[in-house]
Nanobody, 117 residues
Framework: QVQLVESGGGLVQPGGSLRLSCAAS????????MGWYRQVPGKQRELVAA???????NYADSVKGRFTISRDNAKNTVSLQMNNLKPEDTAVYYC???????????WGQGTQVTVSS
């Protein structure tokens, strides 16, 4: 059974920062590559950042240089540090396995990020 719980979202002004966290209840978390995804109403969910079991990272072009993904295998968590936030970063953010997420029943509730002045 997989459970994913995201936290850390909120309302922030443009240029501000937030740090998202995801706690994963899954056996042998360390073997999975994990990703942060985001979704805006009416649009498909998109990958924002990913990190392999070995710590290699990749980012969507739109967030390169502003977002940093990290993981703590001892705590079964994956984090997303978001700096210099822009209004277009406004979305619900989710974590899940990368590149193929665990099934639809395993998406968490997400955490809302709103960037607005």
């Amino acid at each position: 059974q997989v459970q994913l719980v995201e936290s850390g979202g909120g309302l922030v002004q443009p240029g501000g920062s937030l740090r998202l966290s995801c706690a994963a209840s899954v056996t042998i978390f360390s073997i999975y590559a994990m990703g942060w995804y985001r979704q805006v109403p009416g649009k498909q969910r998109e990958l924002v950042a990913a990190i392999t079991s070995g710590g290699r990272t990749n980012y969507a072009d739109s967030v390169k240089g502003r977002f940093t993904i990290s993981r703590d295998n001892a705590k079964n968590t994956v984090s997303l540090q978001m700096n210099n936030l822009k209004p277009e970063d406004t979305a619900v953010y989710y974590c899940n396995k990368y590149p193929t997420p665990w099934g639809r029943d395993y998406w968490g509730q997400g955490t809302q990020v709103t960037v607005s002045s």
